[in-house]
Protein backbone atom coordinates (compact mmCIF):
# COMPACT_ATOMS: atom_id res chain seq x y z
CA UNK A 1 0.00 0.00 0.00
CA UNK A 2 1.36 3.19 -0.75
CA UNK A 3 1.82 6.35 1.35
CA UNK A 4 -1.09 8.12 -0.12
CA UNK A 5 -3.40 5.36 1.26
CA UNK A 6 -1.98 4.77 4.24
CA UNK A 7 -2.24 8.45 5.23
CA UNK A 8 -6.43 7.89 3.73
CA UNK A 9 -6.39 5.48 5.64
CA UNK A 10 -5.12 6.83 8.96
CA UNK A 11 -7.46 9.78 8.19
CA UNK A 12 -10.44 7.60 7.92
CA UNK A 13 -9.53 5.98 11.16
CA UNK A 14 -9.07 9.24 12.76
CA UNK A 15 -12.32 10.53 12.01
CA UNK A 16 -13.61 7.46 13.16
CA UNK A 17 -12.93 7.93 16.44
CA UNK A 18 -13.19 11.79 16.41
CA UNK A 19 -16.96 10.78 15.27
CA UNK A 20 -17.47 8.15 18.48
CA UNK A 21 -15.78 10.86 20.24
CA UNK A 22 -18.69 13.02 19.55
CA UNK A 23 -21.56 11.14 20.92
CA UNK A 24 -22.65 10.78 24.54
CA UNK A 25 -24.13 7.63 25.79
CA UNK A 26 -25.96 7.75 29.10
CA UNK A 27 -27.51 5.22 30.54
CA UNK A 28 -30.99 6.52 32.62
CA UNK A 29 -31.86 5.06 35.81
CA UNK A 30 -35.93 5.27 34.73
CA UNK A 31 -37.61 5.58 31.47
CA UNK A 32 -39.19 8.74 30.05
CA UNK A 33 -42.50 8.69 29.69
CA UNK A 34 -43.05 11.05 26.75
CA UNK A 35 -41.28 13.41 24.30
CA UNK A 36 -44.24 15.95 25.33
CA UNK A 37 -42.42 18.59 27.51
CA UNK A 38 -46.17 19.77 29.09
CA UNK A 39 -47.34 15.88 29.92
CA UNK A 40 -45.96 14.71 33.40
CA UNK A 41 -43.07 16.36 35.33
CA UNK A 42 -41.23 13.44 36.34
CA UNK A 43 -37.48 13.35 36.50
CA UNK A 44 -36.76 11.18 33.57
CA UNK A 45 -38.81 13.37 31.50
CA UNK A 46 -37.11 16.49 32.53
CA UNK A 47 -33.79 15.39 31.95
CA UNK A 48 -35.06 14.39 28.37
CA UNK A 49 -37.28 17.45 27.81
CA UNK A 50 -34.59 19.83 29.17
CA UNK A 51 -32.17 18.95 25.95
CA UNK A 52 -34.36 19.72 23.73
CA UNK A 53 -36.88 22.34 24.98
CA UNK A 54 -36.51 25.60 27.17
CA UNK A 55 -38.50 27.64 29.35
CA UNK A 56 -37.87 31.66 30.28
CA UNK A 57 -36.44 31.11 33.19
CA UNK A 58 -33.48 28.26 33.90
CA UNK A 59 -32.81 26.85 36.99
CA UNK A 60 -28.68 26.05 37.37
CA UNK A 61 -27.16 22.94 39.41
CA UNK A 62 -27.58 23.95 43.00
CA UNK A 63 -32.29 25.50 41.87
CA UNK A 64 -31.24 28.81 41.56
CA UNK A 65 -33.41 30.78 39.17
CA UNK A 66 -31.37 32.54 36.14
CA UNK A 67 -31.94 33.96 32.64
CA UNK A 68 -33.28 31.39 29.92
CA UNK A 69 -35.23 32.50 27.31
CA UNK A 70 -36.20 35.61 29.19
CA UNK A 71 -33.15 37.64 29.92
CA UNK A 72 -34.49 39.29 32.97
CA UNK A 73 -37.63 40.23 34.73
CA UNK A 74 -39.46 42.42 37.57
CA UNK A 75 -42.61 43.48 39.33
CA UNK A 76 -44.59 46.14 38.31
CA UNK A 77 -46.56 45.20 41.37
CA UNK A 78 -46.87 42.36 43.62
CA UNK A 79 -49.49 40.40 40.74
CA UNK A 80 -47.85 41.87 37.73
CA UNK A 81 -44.67 40.56 35.90
CA UNK A 82 -42.86 42.01 33.19
CA UNK A 83 -40.33 39.25 31.10
CA UNK A 84 -37.89 40.72 28.47
CA UNK A 85 -37.38 37.75 25.99
CA UNK A 86 -34.14 36.69 24.06
CA UNK A 87 -33.99 37.94 20.72
CA UNK A 88 -32.44 36.24 18.03
CA UNK A 89 -33.35 32.56 19.16
CA UNK A 90 -34.65 30.15 16.97
CA UNK A 91 -36.97 26.98 17.11
CA UNK A 92 -35.29 23.85 15.37
CA UNK A 93 -37.50 24.23 12.18
CA UNK A 94 -35.52 27.78 11.65
CA UNK A 95 -38.83 29.48 12.77
CA UNK A 96 -38.38 32.71 15.07
CA UNK A 97 -38.64 32.61 18.81
CA UNK A 98 -41.00 35.44 19.80
CA UNK A 99 -43.55 36.42 22.61
CA UNK A 100 -46.51 34.69 20.77
CA UNK A 101 -44.48 31.39 21.27
CA UNK A 102 -44.99 32.03 25.04
CA UNK A 103 -48.76 32.59 24.88
CA UNK A 104 -49.51 29.35 23.01
CA UNK A 105 -47.34 27.19 24.98
CA UNK A 106 -49.45 28.67 27.94
CA UNK A 107 -52.32 27.89 25.95
CA UNK A 108 -51.39 24.33 24.63
CA UNK A 109 -50.76 23.50 28.81
CA UNK A 110 -54.26 24.75 29.42
CA UNK A 111 -55.58 22.24 26.15
CA UNK A 112 -53.33 19.07 26.94
CA UNK A 113 -55.93 16.50 27.16
CA UNK A 114 -52.85 14.02 27.67
CA UNK A 115 -51.82 16.28 30.98
CA UNK A 116 -51.00 13.66 33.93
CA UNK A 117 -51.57 14.69 37.39
CA UNK A 118 -51.97 18.41 36.70
CA UNK A 119 -48.02 18.64 36.15
CA UNK A 120 -47.77 21.85 34.28
CA UNK A 121 -52.02 22.93 34.41
CA UNK A 122 -51.80 24.07 38.38
CA UNK A 123 -49.24 26.41 37.27
CA UNK A 124 -50.97 27.93 34.87
CA UNK A 125 -54.70 28.39 36.24
CA UNK A 126 -52.80 30.24 38.77
CA UNK A 127 -52.42 33.14 36.12
CA UNK A 128 -55.07 35.76 35.08
CA UNK A 129 -53.49 37.16 31.91
CA UNK A 130 -50.36 36.20 29.43
CA UNK A 131 -50.12 39.38 27.14
CA UNK A 132 -47.73 40.32 24.94
CA UNK A 133 -46.28 43.72 24.89
CA UNK A 134 -44.18 43.39 21.18
CA UNK A 135 -42.58 40.58 19.92
CA UNK A 136 -40.13 40.54 22.69
CA UNK A 137 -41.63 41.06 25.85
CA UNK A 138 -44.19 39.11 27.91
CA UNK A 139 -46.42 40.69 30.69
CA UNK A 140 -47.98 37.87 32.94
CA UNK A 141 -50.86 38.72 35.37
CA UNK A 142 -51.44 36.57 38.48
CA UNK A 143 -54.66 36.14 40.04
CA UNK A 144 -53.05 36.91 43.38
CA UNK A 145 -49.34 37.39 44.64
CA UNK A 146 -46.94 34.59 43.42
CA UNK A 147 -43.45 34.65 45.14
CA UNK A 148 -42.17 31.68 43.48
CA UNK A 149 -43.12 32.02 40.12
CA UNK A 150 -39.59 32.97 38.62
CA UNK A 151 -38.71 28.93 39.64
CA UNK A 152 -42.08 27.91 38.48
CA UNK A 153 -42.08 29.39 35.11
CA UNK A 154 -38.71 26.92 35.00
CA UNK A 155 -41.07 23.89 34.46
CA UNK A 156 -43.38 25.77 31.46
CA UNK A 157 -41.38 24.41 28.21
CA UNK A 158 -41.73 26.52 25.16
CA UNK A 159 -42.81 25.54 21.63
CA UNK A 160 -43.55 26.59 18.58
CA UNK A 161 -46.91 28.41 17.82
CA UNK A 162 -46.55 27.32 14.06
CA UNK A 163 -47.14 23.58 15.02
CA UNK A 164 -51.02 24.58 14.50
CA UNK A 165 -52.38 26.53 11.71
CA UNK A 166 -52.17 30.04 11.89
CA UNK A 167 -55.05 31.98 14.30
CA UNK A 168 -55.69 34.13 16.62
CA UNK A 169 -54.57 32.81 20.26
CA UNK A 170 -55.24 34.91 23.37
CA UNK A 171 -54.76 33.82 27.15
CA UNK A 172 -57.99 33.28 28.56
CA UNK A 173 -58.77 30.90 31.35
CA UNK A 174 -62.40 31.17 31.15
CA UNK A 175 -62.80 29.52 27.64
CA UNK A 176 -58.94 27.96 27.98
CA UNK A 177 -57.65 30.08 24.91
CA UNK A 178 -60.61 29.24 23.13
CA UNK A 179 -59.82 25.90 22.91
CA UNK A 180 -62.17 23.84 22.61
CA UNK A 181 -62.49 22.49 19.27
CA UNK A 182 -59.60 23.75 18.14
CA UNK A 183 -56.55 21.79 17.52
CA UNK A 184 -53.76 21.93 19.43
CA UNK A 185 -50.37 19.41 19.36
CA UNK A 186 -50.48 15.76 20.81
CA UNK A 187 -48.96 13.77 22.68
CA UNK A 188 -48.47 11.07 19.72
CA UNK A 189 -47.18 14.07 17.39
CA UNK A 190 -44.39 14.59 20.31
CA UNK A 191 -43.34 10.86 20.20
CA UNK A 192 -43.06 10.78 16.41
CA UNK A 193 -41.00 13.66 16.77
CA UNK A 194 -43.27 16.22 14.53
CA UNK A 195 -44.09 18.56 17.25
CA UNK A 196 -40.94 17.94 19.77
CA UNK A 197 -39.34 20.93 18.08
CA UNK A 198 -37.51 23.53 20.91
CA UNK A 199 -35.28 26.08 20.80
CA UNK A 200 -32.76 23.87 23.16
CA UNK A 201 -29.22 22.76 22.33
CA UNK A 202 -30.17 19.42 20.94
CA UNK A 203 -32.79 18.33 18.41
CA UNK A 204 -34.58 15.17 19.14
CA UNK A 205 -34.18 12.24 16.44
CA UNK A 206 -35.90 9.53 18.11
CA UNK A 207 -37.70 9.31 21.21
CA UNK A 208 -37.83 5.69 21.34
CA UNK A 209 -40.44 4.38 24.28
CA UNK A 210 -38.76 1.81 26.12
CA UNK A 211 -35.48 1.96 24.22
CA UNK A 212 -32.65 4.23 22.96
CA UNK A 213 -33.90 8.14 22.43
CA UNK A 214 -31.64 9.64 20.57
CA UNK A 215 -30.48 13.51 20.18
CA UNK A 216 -28.08 15.75 17.76
CA UNK A 217 -26.56 18.44 18.21
CA UNK A 218 -28.93 22.11 17.53
CA UNK A 219 -25.76 24.01 16.09
CA UNK A 220 -27.80 27.13 15.69
CA UNK A 221 -28.61 27.10 19.05
CA UNK A 222 -27.93 30.81 20.75
CA UNK A 223 -26.34 29.82 23.72
CA UNK A 224 -22.80 27.75 24.36
CA UNK A 225 -22.20 25.14 21.95
CA UNK A 226 -22.42 21.61 23.09
CA UNK A 227 -19.69 19.32 22.79
CA UNK A 228 -21.59 16.19 21.82
CA UNK A 229 -22.65 15.68 18.10
CA UNK A 230 -24.78 13.44 19.32
CA UNK A 231 -26.34 11.85 22.70
CA UNK A 232 -28.06 8.75 23.24
CA UNK A 233 -30.07 8.02 26.48
CA UNK A 234 -31.17 3.95 27.42
CA UNK A 235 -32.73 3.60 29.77
CA UNK A 236 -31.64 0.44 32.13
CA UNK A 237 -33.66 -0.01 35.14
CA UNK A 238 -31.66 -2.12 37.04
CA UNK A 239 -28.75 -0.81 38.67
CA UNK A 240 -26.93 -3.91 38.35
CA UNK A 241 -26.95 -4.27 34.34
CA UNK A 242 -26.75 -0.17 34.09
CA UNK A 243 -23.10 -0.06 36.23
CA UNK A 244 -22.01 -3.79 33.49
CA UNK A 245 -22.75 -1.25 30.61
CA UNK A 246 -20.42 1.30 32.02
CA UNK A 247 -17.95 -0.98 32.74
CA UNK A 248 -17.95 -3.06 29.85
CA UNK A 249 -17.79 0.57 27.31
CA UNK A 250 -21.92 0.49 26.54
CA UNK A 251 -22.57 3.89 28.36
CA UNK A 252 -19.97 7.11 29.07
CA UNK A 253 -21.70 8.18 32.02
CA UNK A 254 -24.61 6.45 34.16
CA UNK A 255 -26.89 7.61 36.53
CA UNK A 256 -27.40 6.27 40.13
CA UNK A 257 -24.86 2.76 40.28
CA UNK A 258 -25.70 1.05 43.58
CA UNK A 259 -25.09 1.91 47.01
CA UNK A 260 -23.23 -1.18 47.65
CA UNK A 261 -21.08 -0.45 44.64
CA UNK A 262 -19.71 2.98 45.32
CA UNK A 263 -16.73 1.64 47.25
CA UNK A 264 -15.19 -0.46 44.90
CA UNK A 265 -16.17 2.39 41.96
CA UNK A 266 -14.11 5.03 44.41
CA UNK A 267 -11.07 2.87 43.84
CA UNK A 268 -11.10 2.21 40.11
CA UNK A 269 -8.83 4.82 38.33
CA UNK A 270 -10.85 3.92 35.04
CA UNK A 271 -14.28 5.39 36.23
CA UNK A 272 -14.86 8.61 37.86
CA UNK A 273 -18.04 9.56 40.24
CA UNK A 274 -20.54 12.62 41.34
CA UNK A 275 -22.16 12.92 44.53
CA UNK A 276 -24.46 15.97 44.85
CA UNK A 277 -26.65 16.39 47.94
CA UNK A 278 -30.41 16.50 46.38
CA UNK A 279 -33.61 18.07 47.95
CA UNK A 280 -35.64 14.72 46.86
CA UNK A 281 -37.92 13.46 49.68
CA UNK A 282 -38.63 9.66 49.69
CA UNK A 283 -41.95 9.62 51.71
CA UNK A 284 -45.12 7.74 52.40
CA UNK A 285 -48.36 9.32 51.57
CA UNK A 286 -51.38 8.03 53.34
CA UNK A 287 -54.80 8.10 52.15
CA UNK A 288 -57.40 9.59 53.92
CA UNK A 289 -60.51 8.10 51.92
CA UNK A 290 -63.28 5.80 53.88
CA UNK A 291 -62.80 3.33 52.55
CA UNK A 292 -59.08 3.26 51.44
CA UNK A 293 -58.82 0.76 48.24
CA UNK A 294 -55.60 -1.27 50.15
CA UNK A 295 -56.44 -0.97 53.94
CA UNK A 296 -57.84 -3.57 55.55
CA UNK A 297 -59.50 -5.39 52.16
CA UNK A 298 -60.61 -2.24 51.23
CA UNK A 299 -63.30 -2.01 54.27
CA UNK A 300 -64.17 1.06 56.55
CA UNK A 301 -63.87 2.20 58.58
CA UNK A 302 -59.38 3.50 57.36
CA UNK A 303 -57.47 3.59 60.22
CA UNK A 304 -55.10 5.92 58.33
CA UNK A 305 -58.43 8.84 58.70
CA UNK A 306 -57.01 8.43 63.21
CA UNK A 307 -53.74 10.85 63.61
CA UNK A 308 -52.76 8.59 66.31
CA UNK A 309 -52.52 5.69 63.37
CA UNK A 310 -50.18 8.40 61.02
CA UNK A 311 -48.24 8.66 64.12
CA UNK A 312 -47.26 5.26 65.05
CA UNK A 313 -46.80 4.25 61.47
CA UNK A 314 -43.98 7.32 61.45
CA UNK A 315 -42.86 6.37 65.14
CA UNK A 316 -42.31 2.63 63.91
CA UNK A 317 -39.92 3.30 60.86
CA UNK A 318 -35.80 3.44 61.76
CA UNK A 319 -34.61 5.78 59.55
CA UNK A 320 -31.19 6.20 60.82
CA UNK A 321 -31.16 2.71 59.86
CA UNK A 322 -32.37 3.18 56.81
CA UNK A 323 -30.00 5.64 55.89
CA UNK A 324 -26.88 3.99 57.10
CA UNK A 325 -27.58 0.09 55.89
CA UNK A 326 -30.42 0.00 52.51
CA UNK A 327 -28.65 3.72 51.37
CA UNK A 328 -25.57 2.62 52.89
CA UNK A 329 -24.79 5.95 53.76
CA UNK A 330 -26.02 8.40 50.56
CA UNK A 331 -28.94 9.56 52.00
CA UNK A 332 -30.35 12.23 54.95
CA UNK A 333 -32.39 10.74 57.33
CA UNK A 334 -35.82 13.43 57.78
CA UNK A 335 -36.55 15.24 60.33
CA UNK A 336 -39.01 17.56 58.26
CA UNK A 337 -40.56 18.21 54.78
CA UNK A 338 -36.99 19.83 53.35
CA UNK A 339 -33.24 19.68 54.45
CA UNK A 340 -33.06 22.13 57.52
CA UNK A 341 -30.90 25.52 56.66
CA UNK A 342 -33.66 25.83 53.60
CA UNK A 343 -36.19 28.61 53.81
CA UNK A 344 -39.68 27.80 55.88
CA UNK A 345 -37.59 24.50 57.51
CA UNK A 346 -37.84 24.54 61.65
CA UNK A 347 -34.17 24.93 63.21
CA UNK A 348 -32.97 22.82 65.27
CA UNK A 349 -35.09 19.63 64.34
CA UNK A 350 -33.74 15.85 65.58
CA UNK A 351 -34.58 13.25 62.98
CA UNK A 352 -38.07 11.71 63.36
CA UNK A 353 -37.88 9.84 66.11
CA UNK A 354 -38.49 5.63 66.16
CA UNK A 355 -40.33 4.49 69.02
CA UNK A 356 -41.78 1.14 68.25
CA UNK A 357 -43.11 0.76 71.96
CA UNK A 358 -45.06 4.16 72.01
CA UNK A 359 -46.04 3.23 68.47
CA UNK A 360 -47.92 0.31 69.42
CA UNK A 361 -49.63 2.08 72.77
CA UNK A 362 -50.86 4.52 70.06
CA UNK A 363 -52.58 1.76 67.93
CA UNK A 364 -54.01 0.44 70.90
CA UNK A 365 -55.75 3.96 71.86
CA UNK A 366 -56.80 4.42 68.75
CA UNK A 367 -58.57 1.01 68.87
CA UNK A 368 -55.43 -1.16 67.04
CA UNK A 369 -54.46 -3.07 69.66
CA UNK A 370 -54.25 -6.45 67.34
CA UNK A 371 -53.46 -3.90 64.03
CA UNK A 372 -54.90 -3.76 60.78
CA UNK A 373 -53.42 -4.78 57.23
CA UNK A 374 -52.93 -2.94 54.65
CA UNK A 375 -50.60 -2.48 50.88
CA UNK A 376 -47.42 -0.30 50.17
CA UNK A 377 -47.10 0.46 46.71
CA UNK A 378 -43.47 1.45 45.06
CA UNK A 379 -41.47 1.90 42.26
CA UNK A 380 -38.59 -0.37 42.10
CA UNK A 381 -36.70 1.18 39.34
CA UNK A 382 -37.11 5.25 40.15
CA UNK A 383 -35.41 6.13 43.42
CA UNK A 384 -32.36 4.81 44.97
CA UNK A 385 -32.76 1.51 46.39
CA UNK A 386 -36.49 1.88 46.34
CA UNK A 387 -37.40 -1.27 46.39
CA UNK A 388 -35.22 -2.04 49.44
CA UNK A 389 -36.43 0.95 51.43
CA UNK A 390 -40.11 -0.24 51.04
CA UNK A 391 -39.56 -3.73 51.85
CA UNK A 392 -37.64 -2.21 55.05
CA UNK A 393 -40.53 0.12 55.89
CA UNK A 394 -42.82 -3.26 55.52
CA UNK A 395 -40.67 -5.28 58.46
CA UNK A 396 -41.00 -1.90 60.74
CA UNK A 397 -44.84 -2.26 60.52
CA UNK A 398 -44.88 -5.60 61.07
CA UNK A 399 -42.98 -5.21 64.20
CA UNK A 400 -45.56 -3.08 65.31
CA UNK A 401 -48.79 -5.31 64.36
CA UNK A 402 -49.53 -3.64 61.50
CA UNK A 403 -49.89 -5.97 58.25
CA UNK A 404 -48.21 -4.50 55.41
CA UNK A 405 -47.99 -6.35 51.75
CA UNK A 406 -45.42 -4.60 49.14
CA UNK A 407 -45.67 -4.40 45.17
CA UNK A 408 -43.12 -3.05 44.13
CA UNK A 409 -43.55 -1.74 40.01
CA UNK A 410 -41.73 -0.11 37.48
CA UNK A 411 -42.14 3.46 37.26
CA UNK A 412 -44.29 3.65 34.13
CA UNK A 413 -46.78 1.32 35.65
CA UNK A 414 -46.74 3.21 39.16
CA UNK A 415 -47.03 7.00 38.44
CA UNK A 416 -50.20 6.24 36.24
CA UNK A 417 -51.62 4.57 38.56
CA UNK A 418 -51.05 6.68 41.37
CA UNK A 419 -52.30 9.59 39.07
CA UNK A 420 -54.93 8.07 39.01
CA UNK A 421 -55.51 7.53 43.08
CA UNK A 422 -55.10 3.65 42.97
CA UNK A 423 -53.01 3.49 46.19
CA UNK A 424 -53.44 3.87 49.78
CA UNK A 425 -49.91 4.08 51.01
CA UNK A 426 -47.91 4.61 47.66
CA UNK A 427 -44.11 5.55 48.53
CA UNK A 428 -43.11 8.61 46.75
CA UNK A 429 -39.85 10.88 45.70
CA UNK A 430 -40.41 14.59 45.28
CA UNK A 431 -37.36 17.44 44.66
CA UNK A 432 -38.11 20.87 45.06
CA UNK A 433 -37.24 23.34 42.10
CA UNK A 434 -36.92 25.95 44.73
CA UNK A 435 -34.97 25.69 48.54
CA UNK A 436 -38.62 26.46 49.71
CA UNK A 437 -40.80 24.42 51.82
CA UNK A 438 -43.75 25.94 50.26
CA UNK A 439 -43.24 23.72 46.81
CA UNK A 440 -44.12 20.65 48.82
CA UNK A 441 -46.66 22.28 50.88
CA UNK A 442 -49.05 23.32 47.91
CA UNK A 443 -48.09 20.66 45.74
CA UNK A 444 -48.84 17.54 48.03
CA UNK A 445 -50.21 18.58 51.10
CA UNK A 446 -52.59 21.73 50.61
CA UNK A 447 -56.39 20.78 50.52
CA UNK A 448 -56.62 20.09 46.48
CA UNK A 449 -58.12 23.04 44.40
CA UNK A 450 -58.07 23.18 40.88
CA UNK A 451 -58.87 26.12 40.40
CA UNK A 452 -56.44 27.62 42.39
CA UNK A 453 -53.46 25.02 41.02
CA UNK A 454 -53.19 23.77 44.58
CA UNK A 455 -53.08 19.74 46.09
CA UNK A 456 -52.45 18.74 42.71
CA UNK A 457 -50.50 15.68 44.48
CA UNK A 458 -52.66 15.20 47.47
CA UNK A 459 -53.50 11.90 46.31
CA UNK A 460 -53.95 10.99 49.78
CA UNK A 461 -56.94 13.67 49.56
CA UNK A 462 -55.72 15.03 53.22
CA UNK A 463 -57.21 18.46 54.58
CA UNK A 464 -56.69 20.17 57.54
CA UNK A 465 -57.94 24.15 57.69
CA UNK A 466 -54.93 25.06 59.92
CA UNK A 467 -52.30 24.04 57.86
CA UNK A 468 -54.18 25.31 54.34
CA UNK A 469 -54.38 28.77 56.54
CA UNK A 470 -50.80 28.63 57.01
CA UNK A 471 -49.55 27.11 53.67
CA UNK A 472 -52.14 29.03 51.46
CA UNK A 473 -51.14 32.46 53.22
CA UNK A 474 -47.95 31.57 52.29
CA UNK A 475 -48.47 31.48 49.03
CA UNK A 476 -49.74 34.87 48.78
CA UNK A 477 -47.04 36.79 51.02
CA UNK A 478 -44.07 38.43 49.40
CA UNK A 479 -42.85 39.36 52.13
CA UNK A 480 -39.87 37.09 53.02
CA UNK A 481 -39.72 37.26 56.88
CA UNK A 482 -43.37 36.73 57.18
CA UNK A 483 -43.38 33.73 54.72
CA UNK A 484 -41.41 32.25 56.28
CA UNK A 485 -43.04 32.22 59.89
CA UNK A 486 -46.57 31.22 58.15
CA UNK A 487 -44.20 28.01 56.25
CA UNK A 488 -42.82 26.93 59.66
CA UNK A 489 -46.62 26.91 61.33
CA UNK A 490 -47.66 24.81 58.29
CA UNK A 491 -44.44 22.35 59.17
CA UNK A 492 -45.16 22.01 62.35
CA UNK A 493 -48.91 20.77 61.56
CA UNK A 494 -47.63 18.32 59.05
CA UNK A 495 -45.43 17.35 61.47
CA UNK A 496 -48.35 16.90 64.39
CA UNK A 497 -50.37 15.03 61.56
CA UNK A 498 -48.36 13.05 59.60
CA UNK A 499 -50.16 12.56 56.36
CA UNK A 500 -47.14 12.16 55.00
CA UNK A 501 -44.45 10.35 56.33
CA UNK A 502 -41.29 11.76 55.36
CA UNK A 503 -38.22 9.31 55.48
CA UNK A 504 -34.70 10.31 54.29
CA UNK A 505 -33.15 12.79 51.32
CA UNK A 506 -31.13 11.10 48.28
CA UNK A 507 -27.55 12.06 47.18
CA UNK A 508 -27.81 11.54 43.77
CA UNK A 509 -24.30 9.56 42.20
CA UNK A 510 -23.29 9.22 38.99
CA UNK A 511 -20.56 7.38 37.28
CA UNK A 512 -18.57 7.81 34.59
CA UNK A 513 -15.51 6.90 32.30
CA UNK A 514 -12.63 8.50 32.71
CA UNK A 515 -12.17 11.83 30.74
CA UNK A 516 -14.89 13.09 31.11
CA UNK A 517 -16.41 15.54 34.36
CA UNK A 518 -19.73 16.08 35.66
CA UNK A 519 -20.70 17.94 38.62
CA UNK A 520 -23.88 16.98 38.94
CA UNK A 521 -26.85 18.21 39.56
CA UNK A 522 -29.53 18.72 42.96
CA UNK A 523 -32.63 18.38 40.84
CA UNK A 524 -31.17 14.53 39.85
CA UNK A 525 -31.45 15.84 36.31
CA UNK A 526 -28.39 14.52 33.98
CA UNK A 527 -27.74 16.73 31.06
CA UNK A 528 -25.15 16.63 28.34
CA UNK A 529 -24.83 19.88 27.76
CA UNK A 530 -23.01 20.20 31.21
CA UNK A 531 -20.87 16.93 30.81
CA UNK A 532 -17.54 17.78 29.33
CA UNK A 533 -14.17 15.86 28.68
CA UNK A 534 -11.48 16.87 30.63
Same mark, same amino acid.
Given at each position: ??????????????????????????????????????????????????????????????????????????????????????????????????????????????????????????????????????????????????????????????????????????????????????????????????? #???????????????????????????????????????????????????????????????????????????????????????????????????????????????????? #??????????? #??????????????????????????????????????????????????????? #?????????????????????????????????????????????????????????????????????????????????????????????????????????????????????????????????????????????????????????????
Amino acid at each position: MNRYLLAGAAFLVMGAIEARAQILRIGMAAEPTSADPQQYAAAPNSTLHNHVFESLVALDARLKAGPSLATAWSRRDDTTWVFDLREGVKFHNGQNFTAADVVFSFCRILNNEGELASSFSSIVRRLERVEAEGPHRIVIGTRQPEPLLPADLSTLRIIPAGLVPARPIAFSLADQCGGRGQPWPTLAQFNDGSA #AIGTGPFRLRHFGRSGVTELVRHDGYWGARPHWAEVRLQPVTAAGPRLAGLLAGDHDVVEAPATGDIPRLRNNAAIGLAVAPTTRLIFLQLDQRNPAPFVNGGGAPNPLQDVRVRQ #ALSLAIDRNAI #ASRVMDGLALPAAQFLPEGMFGTIPGLPVLPYDPARARALLAEAGYANGFSLTLH #ATNNRYVNDARVIQAVGQYFARIGVRAEVDAMPSNVFFGRRARREFSVPMGGWAASAEETLLFFRTWMASTDRERGVGGSNYGNWSHAAFDAAALTALITMGEPEREQLLREASRIGLQEMPILPLHFESAVWAFRRGLAYAGRMDQQTLAQEIRPQ
